[in-house]
C-alpha cells in the first residue's frame, strides 16, 4: 500500500512502477467524484454514483471506504483478492484512513508492505498542489490542512520516502517492494 497526501507524486510513481513491471498490478479505487479531464472511469477509478457506492459497500464488496473531501473512496474487495490469489504484486494508491483499515481487514492472511510518500516539504506540497490547476484555492487548504493530518500518521507505515526527485523516488519505492518479494520468496 502506497499513501501520500496529495500532490506527493503517488499517482505518478505507481504508474512508472507499473511500466517497469507487467506482473504488478494497482488495485483501481472506487469513486462518487467526477473524473478529472484525463481520467478514464475503469482505468483510473471506477466512478459510481454514491447509491451504487452505497450498495455496493453495504454488500460487503469492498475491503475499505472512507469520506474523503465529502467524496467517498472504496478499494473493490474481490479485485485485490484475485489478483493476490494469482501471486501478483497489488498496489493499492490509498489514503492514511484505507491503509488502516486493509491492515484491518486482512490481518495476518496477508504480506502487507506499506510506504508512505512525504513531500520535501510543506511549500513545496503546496506549489505542487497549485501547479496542477484542478482545483480552487479553497480545495488547496482543504488538501493542506488534511496533508498536516496525514503526515502525522507516516509512523503506521513500514517505510517513508521523501519525493525529492521524481526518478529517485521512484527507484526507492521499487527497491522497497523488490527487498519485500524476495524475502516473502524467501520464506
Request: with cysteine.
Amino acid at each position: 500500500m502506497i499513501s501520500a497526501p496529495s500532490g506527493c507524486g503517488k499517482t505518478t510513481i505507481v504508474d512508472r512502477l507499473l511500466k517497469r513491471h507487467s506482473s504488478w498490478v494497482r488495485s483501481i479505487s472506487m469513486t462518487t467524484r467526477s473524473p478529472r479531464t484525463d481520467e478514464k472511469n475503469g482505468k483510473d477509478y471506477y466512478f459510481v454514483s454514491p447509491e451504487e457506492f452505497a450498495d455496493i459497500e453495504r454488500r460487503g464488496d469492498l475491503l475499505e471506504s472512507a469520506k474523503v473531501f465529502d467524496k467517498l473512496y472504496g478499494t473493490p474487495k474481490s479485485f485485490v483478492l484475485k489478483h493476490l490469489n494469482e501471486g501478483k504484486n497489488v498496489i493499492l494508491a490509498i489514503d492514511v484512513q484505507g491503509t488502516k483499515k486493509v491492515k484491518e481487514a486482512l490481518g495476518s492472511d496477508v504480506s502487507l508492505l506499506t510506504i508512505f510518500l512525504l513531500p520535501p516539504s510543506v511549500k513545496v506540497l503546496r506549489e505542487r498542489l497549485e501547479g496542477r490547476k484542478t482545483d480552487s484555492a479553497e480545495e488547496i487548504e482543504r488538501r493542506m490542512e488534511w496533508a498536516q493530518e496525514e503526515i502525522k500518521e507516516a509512523s503506521i507505515y513500514d517505510h517513508t520516502v521523501i519525493n525529492h526527485n521524481l526518478e529517485k523516488s521512484v527507484h526507492e519505492v521499487e527497491t522497497l517492494i523488490k527487498k519485500f518479494q524476495n524475502s516473502k520468496e524467501n520464506q
